[in-house]
């Protein structure tokens, strides 16, 4: 979970711009905001703006993408538009009003193309949210919170089909969203322990969403739908902090307790009283142990539900399914049957900050998440994986019914995408894979993160640090319960196994400089009969920046900086195709970026 918290304040007006490109070629970016904001007495505001506009990676300028169609995108062109607005301000002794606001608007297009079709994709994002909130003290040191979000996104999507024999269609809708949820919460001091404040936190709320979806082609409306999911939720946290400074006992410097719980209802769906308990145990100053166990609990969400579906026909030969004519039929997209994702989670940490070395900090994180029934597309990438993999055996059907193939054509989003080089024959559909969205069995992942640090002043306005931080993950994936189990970590388009960052960082007055260095783990390819190792990977950033004008909380300043990423240009290998249109490599874990170099100036006034 990932909590955004807009800046409170902010005084006074900063401009920035950047400019940039890959070397390879494409993707030449322009990016330029503002921010502007002021404070007084029991408030403030603040607004920002920001604009970006980059052109597209084409195919025909990456070597390693030379067996698509030059016009295909790897990195579509976008432009986008965003505002952020947040305000506050004491409306008497103890009362709080606030309201946060955030606008956006993106356009983007999206090229596909093979010696069979072209399609051009250029869909339009507009969104905003509002999140006004009210905070107010109640007796005894309670606090009282008061939230409503309402947003609202339209998503309209047009796609031009063009074929080989010269027909052509278009293919346009919406996929338009809105959520509306307000909550209430109260937080406090319950009672007193030796080592402070007993605390708890109570609170529920409710939380509609809405997908409203239509396809149309040549102006004719064929799928439209409106769904609403509703959800009512409760949820209570209490915090024990047993053993503080004050009580402190040698080989207990700190200890705290919390236990939490959380309801939540879907009507004529499902609904789940989800617990959760935390330990935080310090035995010397400097060093803390930490630990927590959970249920959780998801509905699925109405895209996962109800999100069209795409029909997609390739040769069999490819997958060694057949010869000649045979084709293999798969879909992929939304499914209205599944249900409801469980998890039963545990982790462990420790943090380090000697106080003999206080410019030395060490962090580490295990954790171990077991799912059941998680919603999830079985096949990542290419559905090769099927047919060499027995954990995904009951995903095809090597006889499938004509009329069902049928069926699924209809309701499709853009009707049959045939790839096969030969018309559309369901007595040649030798397999029938589905890959639509489902619940599998079991998803277990387990791994470490751990990140060391240190930071040492040098004096004289310079300073000297270094960050390493690494990953391991493991991950398999069980579709059902009688068949084997999947291994995901450490296949093409999932992650790695080992991924690790290191940097060095260096300052000197105006001056500051760093370098860092990203590693990703080998990937395996299992999708075809050989099987294939993706070497380690290492690319190295590099950035500098200068404060011309050193400027200092409100006194004007000014600064530029020059930034490369893969500064030595590190490539992704290649792997097979399943298809005229597949990613020649790795999308999950590469970019067709390439070495991106960057100039950017900021000024605050």
Same mark, same amino acid.
């Given at each position: 979970?990932?909590?955004?918290?807009?800046?409170?304040?902010?005084?006074?007006?900063?401009?920035? $711009?950047?400019?940039?490109?890959?070397?390879?070629?494409?993707?030449?970016?322009?990016?330029?905001?503002?921010?502007?904001?002021?404070?007084?007495?029991?408030?403030?505001?603040?607004?920002?703006?920001?604009?970006?506009? /980059?052109?597209?990676?084409?195919?025909?300028?990456?070597?390693?993408?030379?067996?698509?169609?030059?016009?295909?995108?790897?990195?579509?062109?976008?432009?986008?538009?965003?505002?952020?607005?947040?305000?506050?301000?004491?409306?008497?002794?103890?009362?709080? $009003?606030?309201?946060?606001?955030?606008?956006?608007?993106?356009?983007?297009?999206?090229?596909?193309?093979?010696?069979?079709?072209?399609? +051009?994709?250029? &869909?339009?994002?507009?969104?905003?949210?509002?999140?006004?909130?009210?905070?107010?003290?109640?007796?005894?040191?309670?606090?009282?919170?008061?939230?409503?979000?309402?947003?609202?996104?339209?998503?309209?999507?047009?796609?031009?089909?063009?074929?080989?024999?010269?027909?052509?269609?278009?293919?346009?809708?919406?996929?338009?969203?809105?959520?509306?949820?307000?909550?209430?919460?109260? +937080?406090?001091?319950?009672?007193?322990?030796?080592?402070?404040?007993? *605390?708890?936190?109570?609170?529920?709320?409710?939380? !509609?969403?809405?997908?409203?979806?239509?396809?149309?082609?040549?102006?004719?409306?064929?799928? $439209?739908?409106?769904?609403?999911?509703?959800?009512?939720?409760?949820?209570?946290?209490? %915090?024990?902090?047993?053993?503080?400074?004050?009580?402190?006992?040698?080989?207990?410097?700190?200890?705290?307790?919390?236990?939490?719980?959380?309801?939540?209802?879907?009507?004529?769906?499902?609904?789940?009283?989800?617990?959760?308990?935390?330990?935080?145990?310090?035995?010397?100053?400097?060093?803390?142990?930490?630990?927590?166990?959970?249920?959780?609990?998801?509905?699925?969400?109405?895209?996962?539900?109800?999100?069209?579906?795409?029909?997609?026909?390739?040769?069999?030969?490819?997958?060694?399914?057949?010869?000649?004519?045979?084709?293999?039929?798969?879909?992929?997209?939304?499914?209205?049957?599944?249900?409801?994702?469980?998890?039963?989670?545990?982790?462990?940490?420790?943090?380090?900050?000697?106080?003999?070395?206080?410019?030395?900090?060490?962090?580490?994180?295990?954790?171990?998440?077991?799912?059941?029934?998680?919603?999830?597309?079985?096949?990542?990438?290419?559905?090769?994986?099927?047919?060499?993999?027995? @954990?995904?055996?009951?995903?095809?059907?090597?006889?499938?019914? &004509?009329?069902?193939?049928? +069926?699924?054509?209809?309701?499709?989003?853009?009707?049959?995408?045939?790839?096969?080089?030969? &018309?559309?024959?369901?007595?040649?559909?030798?397999?029938?894979?589905? /890959?639509?969205? *489902? /619940?599998?069995?079991?998803? $277990?992942?387990?791994?470490?993160?751990?990140?060391?640090?240190?930071?040492?002043?040098?004096?004289?306005?310079?300073?000297?640090?270094?960050?390493?931080?690494?990953?391991?993950?493991?991950?398999?994936?069980?579709?059902?319960?009688?068949?084997?189990?999947?291994?995901?970590? @450490?296949?093409?388009? /999932?992650? &790695?196994?080992?991924?690790?960052?290191?940097?060095?960082?260096?300052?000197?007055?105006?001056?500051?400089?760093?370098?860092?260095?990203?590693?990703?783990?080998?990937?395996?390819?299992?999708?075809?009969?050989?099987? *294939?190792?993706?070497?380690?990977?290492?690319?190295?950033?590099?950035?500098?920046?200068?404060?011309?004008?050193?400027?200092?909380? *409100?006194?004007?300043?000014?600064?530029?900086?020059?930034?490369?990423? !893969?500064?030595?240009?590190?490539?992704?290998?290649?792997?097979?195709?399943? @298809?005229?249109?597949?990613?020649?490599?790795?999308?999950? !874990?590469?970019?067709?970026?390439?070495? %991106?170099?960057? %100039?950017?100036?900021?000024?605050?006034?």
């Amino acid at each position: 979970m990932v909590n955004v918290i807009l800046r409170r304040d902010f005084e006074g007006i900063t401009t920035s $711009a950047q400019i940039g490109a890959s070397t390879d070629g494409g993707n030449f970016r322009q990016q330029a905001d503002i921010v502007a904001g002021t404070r007084w007495s029991g408030g403030g505001f603040f607004v920002a703006y920001d604009f970006a506009n /980059n052109s597209a990676i084409e195919a025909g300028q990456r070597s390693y993408a030379s067996s698509l169609d030059p016009e295909t995108t790897l990195f579509p062109s976008q432009q986008r538009h965003a505002v952020t607005l947040s305000a506050h301000h004491e409306l008497a002794p103890g009362l709080e $009003a606030s309201i946060d606001a955030l606008y956006s608007s993106r356009s983007s297009t999206l090229v596909a193309a093979s010696s069979a079709f072209r399609s +051009e994709a250029d &869909p339009e994002v507009e969104s905003y949210t509002l999140a006004p909130s009210l905070k107010f003290d109640v007796a005894g040191d309670w606090q009282a919170t008061v939230l409503g979000v309402f947003g609202r996104d339209r998503t309209h999507y047009r796609t031009a089909f063009a074929l080989q024999d010269g027909s052509s269609s278009v293919t346009e809708g919406c996929f338009c969203n809105e959520v509306f949820s307000l909550e209430a919460g109260l +937080e406090g001091p319950l009672f007193t322990l030796p080592g402070g404040e007993a *605390r708890l936190a109570v609170g529920g709320g409710l939380r !509609n969403n809405t997908l409203d979806f239509s396809r149309s082609e040549a102006g004719n409306l064929l799928i $439209a739908f409106d769904k609403t999911q509703r959800a009512r939720f409760a949820y209570g946290e209490l %915090f024990l902090p047993v053993v503080s400074p004050r009580n402190a006992i040698d080989g207990v410097a700190e200890l705290t307790l919390s236990a939490a719980a959380r309801h939540e209802d879907y009507p004529g769906l499902d609904q789940q009283t989800t617990p959760r308990f935390g330990l935080s145990y310090t035995p010397v100053e400097g060093l803390t142990l930490r630990g927590s166990w959970a249920r959780s609990f998801k509905a699925p969400t109405l895209f996962q539900r109800f999100i069209p579906y795409q029909t997609i026909l390739l040769p069999a030969a490819v997958f060694g399914a057949g010869t000649g004519s045979d084709t293999v039929f798969f879909t992929s997209g939304g499914n209205p049957d599944v249900k409801s994702e469980r998890a039963r989670s545990w982790t462990a940490g420790v943090e380090l900050q000697p106080v003999a070395i206080p410019e030395l900090t060490f962090s580490a994180t295990w954790y171990d998440i077991r799912y059941q029934d998680r919603v999830v597309r079985p096949i990542a990438g290419s559905i090769a994986a099927a047919f060499r993999d027995p @954990g995904f055996a009951n995903l095809i059907d090597f006889s499938p019914d &004509p009329t069902t193939l049928s +069926e699924l054509i209809a309701g499709s989003l853009f009707g049959l995408e045939n790839f096969s080089g030969s &018309p559309y024959d369901p007595a040649n559909v030798a397999a029938f894979v589905d /890959n639509r969205n *489902r /619940n599998v069995a079991v998803w $277990a992942v387990e791994g470490v993160d751990a990140r060391i640090a240190w930071n040492q002043n040098l004096g004289d306005e310079q300073s000297l640090s270094f960050d390493l931080s690494g990953s391991f993950l493991d991950s398999q994936q069980q579709v059902t319960p009688d068949l084997p189990e999947v291994q995901l970590a @450490g296949t093409v388009f /999932n992650p &790695p196994r080992y991924r690790a960052r290191g940097t060095a960082r260096y300052q000197s007055g105006g001056f500051a400089a760093n370098i860092a260095a990203n590693y990703i783990g080998a990937l395996r390819d299992r999708r075809f009969e050989e099987e *294939r190792r993706l070497s380690p990977s290492i690319t190295v950033d590099l950035g500098m920046s200068y404060k011309i004008v050193r400027g200092e909380g *409100r006194e004007p300043g000014l600064e530029i900086s020059l930034t490369i990423q !893969n500064l030595f240009d590190d490539e992704p290998e290649t792997l097979g195709q399943t @298809g005229p249109t597949d990613t020649p490599y790795d999308s999950t !874990n590469y970019s067709p970026i390439g070495r %991106f170099v960057t %100039f950017g100036i900021r000024r605050h006034w």
